[in-house]
């Protein structure tokens, strides 16, 4: 009698379960960094709106004339689009032991659905008078 050349059906059913492991892995693995990429793209734009509301109470200081008076303490909020998204941006601002130096902590917040969920990002600046 003459051997067949080729694969018994266990040994197929072993390489099938195995492929069928590996592909469940990569596809599990794909959804994990597609939720990376989405948090950290959030993360990014959270940012930007910290720093350009930054940027904005800086500039504002340059702006106001010779007399620049300092940043009022106390807290704020408003709205900002960016990256297609909305967001809410929390100003605190505190003094400090200098008269013309203010703290200013800013929380930002992402508006999906009319829901604010967050804070996203927290940033601290020191902003001056000049």
Do not use: C, K
Request: charged fraction near 25%; hydrophobic fraction near 45%; proline fraction near 2%.
């Amino acid at each position: 009698m003459s051997r067949r050349r080729g694969f018994t059906l266990i040994e197929l059913m072993v390489a099938l379960v195995v492929v069928a492991t590996v592909a469940t892995a990569v596809y599990l693995r794909g959804g994990e960094t597609v939720g990376q990429i989405a948090v950290l793209e959030r993360r990014t734009l959270a940012r930007w709106v910290a720093e350009n509301e930054i940027e904005r109470a800086r500039l504002a200081r340059h702006t106001a004339g010779e007399e620049a008076i300092p940043l009022a303490a106390g807290a704020t909020r408003h709205r900002v689009t960016l990256g297609g998204r909305e967001w809410s941006v929390e100003a605190n601002v505190s003094t400090t032991s200098h008269p013309w130096l203010r703290r200013v902590e800013y929380s930002v917040f992402v508006l999906e659905d009319g829901e604010q969920f967050g804070p996203v990002d927290q940033v601290t600046a020191f902003i001056g008078q000049y």
